[in-house]
């Protein structure tokens, strides 16, 4: 697969994301012309039924696939004002698919990649254990990267929910706690979130281009953490493609 251009969405309410740095980071990167755009529903104008199709992607019950349901008033506002919640949970693929019904037909094209950041948080249903897991990207053209996924979606260190439930059978205070495992997971406003945004960029990227967005080696950003403190080492004190993906990435 051959990409001649990449456009990049904002997520304005996320200024740790240095949209323009990372821009500049995919064309040193990969070596591919990339623009810069306002976030996705203010670069293209909404479809009318937008809203409605937002709110249908929904999940109220995360333990069975996708079942899409007739949203309420409410849930349409929501979506028309573009509220931010972390608690609201969207089936990824369904996400993806609205995303891609609103890019009109003339960039839909093969050379063109499409990469989405938003608020809302993504999930995707795994047969294995039959239930909904919050995902930091849902890959394909366009791509959706996630900045609540990003927060969420990696589990925190075992010792800080072990640590939660009993402060919070006790009714205590968990702002000891946040500060107990202060810097060992992302949290909101969190100025990291610019550089690990670089490594899901490129997984995005990788994807589009190999089918391949993922690398089992803990020292490549490809690497698919599934804890805080691996997304940290991977993205943070690595930072960089391992040796096998750079050679992939220089024959590209």
């Avoid at 929904?58 to 996708?66: A, D, L, Q």
């Amino acid at each position: 697969m051959n990409i001649s251009k990449v456009f990049l969405y904002d997520e304005p309410r996320i200024p740790q994301i240095k949209i323009v740095e990372l821009a500049e980071f995919i064309k040193n990167q990969i070596g591919i012309d990339t623009e810069v755009r306002q976030s996705f529903f203010k670069y293209f104008k909404r479809k009318e039924k937008t809203s409605y199709e937002l709110a249908s992607c929904r999940i109220f019950n995360p333990y069975i696939p996708f079942e899409k349901h007739r949203p309420t008033i409410e849930e349409i506002e929501f979506e028309e004002q573009d509220a931010v919640s972390n608690i609201v949970l969207y089936d990824g693929f369904e996400l993806q698919r609205v995303f891609r019904d609103t890019i009109p037909d003339s960039e839909l094209t093969q050379d063109k990649f499409h990469l989405i950041f938003t608020t809302r948080l993504s999930c995707s249903y795994d047969y294995e254990d039959f239930r909904y897991h919050g995902r930091a990207i849902i890959c394909s053209n366009p791509s959706i990267i996630s900045t609540t996924g990003i927060i969420e979606a990696p589990a925190k260190p075992r010792d800080y929910y072990i640590k939660m439930q009993i402060k919070m059978s006790q009714g205590l205070n968990l702002d000891a706690l946040k500060e107990e495992f202060n810097g060992k997971f992302l949290e909101y406003n969190d100025e990291r979130l610019n550089f690990v945004a670089r490594g899901y960029a490129l997984q995005a990227m990788f994807y589009y281009l190999t089918g391949t967005p993922f690398c089992e080696s803990k020292e490549c950003v490809l690497y698919n953490a599934h804890w805080q403190e691996d997304l940290l080492h991977t993205q943070i004190e690595i930072g960089k493609l391992c040796e096998k993906h750079q050679h992939i990435l220089d024959n590209l």
